[in-house]
């Protein structure tokens, strides 16, 4: 394991890297509605709290100082690479940026931002047209935006776990379902048989092989 001479207490990163994620997320997401606004502000609190951890104050080390030493006693637990707590614990010895977890949360988290973006685009068109979304991303599943956020949540989770981030991460789950409920009770209410019949059709969450026909 590498040693780091600040591996923590880099406060600006943490400023930085939380709002490059926060600004990229809402330069695609776009929120306009207190419920976009709900969503987007619980992404962004998981956000702070991941980049926290991971330069200014690494509270979960803290925590588990006692178990991780005895169990690990070679390892500088205070070094920034020993943070990528996967890699670490399963032996990991080259540089845990390559290691299985940390490339299978680019995976996740490129995925995510790409299906926020793809379902915004169609969103917008939709409502520019005063119709319902039901092509694109939108053809697959009936919320691919908050699809997405949990993806990207998911994704940093593998890349760097955190107690709080792990705590907050099916806190913020049950949010967006409730949020989704909320929403699809709206349309419902707007668009009636139509929005009905596109729930039939269409899965909420999770893709069927075959997309509906458009």
């Known amino acids: 394991m590498h040693e780091d001479i600040q591996a923590y207490g880099l406060w ?16 695609f997401f776009k929120p306009s509605t207190t419920r976009d606004w709900r969503s987007f502000g619980a992404y962004s609190a998981f ?3 991941l980049f926290t951890e ?7 080390i803290y925590l588990l100082s006692g178990w991780l030493q005895t169990r690990y006693p070679q390892i500088d637990w205070l070094s920034h690479d020993a943070g990528h707590l996967l890699e670490t614990l399963i032996g990991w010895r080259l540089n845990p940026h390559f290691g299985p977890f940390h490339l299978l949360s680019f995976v996740f988290i490129g ?5 926020i973006a793809a379902g915004w685009r169609v969103l917008y068109e939709a409502q520019k047209k005063g119709i319902l979304a039901t092509t694109g ?3 697959w599943v009936r919320h691919p935006q908050y699809v997405g956020f ?3 949540m998911f994704g940093f989770l593998l890349q760097w776990p955190t107690l709080l981030t792990a705590v907050m991460f099916p806190i913020l789950v ?24 596109y729930m039939r059709d269409v899965p909420g969450y999770f893709p069927r092989l075959i997309a509906r026909p458009a």
């Open 12 to 27: 600006s990163l943490v400023f930085l890297n939380s709002a490059v994620f926060i600004f990229f997320a809402f330069s």
């Open 111 to 115: 995925g995510g931002f790409m299906l």
């Open 150 to 152: 949990v993806l990207v």
């Open 47 to 49: 956000i702070v709290a």
């Open 54 to 60: 991971m330069y200014g104050f690494p509270l979960t």
């Open 174 to 197: 049950v949010m967006y379902w409730r949020l989704a409920r909320r929403e699809e009770q709206e349309v419902l209410d707007q668009h009636g048989d139509a929005y009905a019949r």
């Open 137 to 139: 991303v939108y053809a």
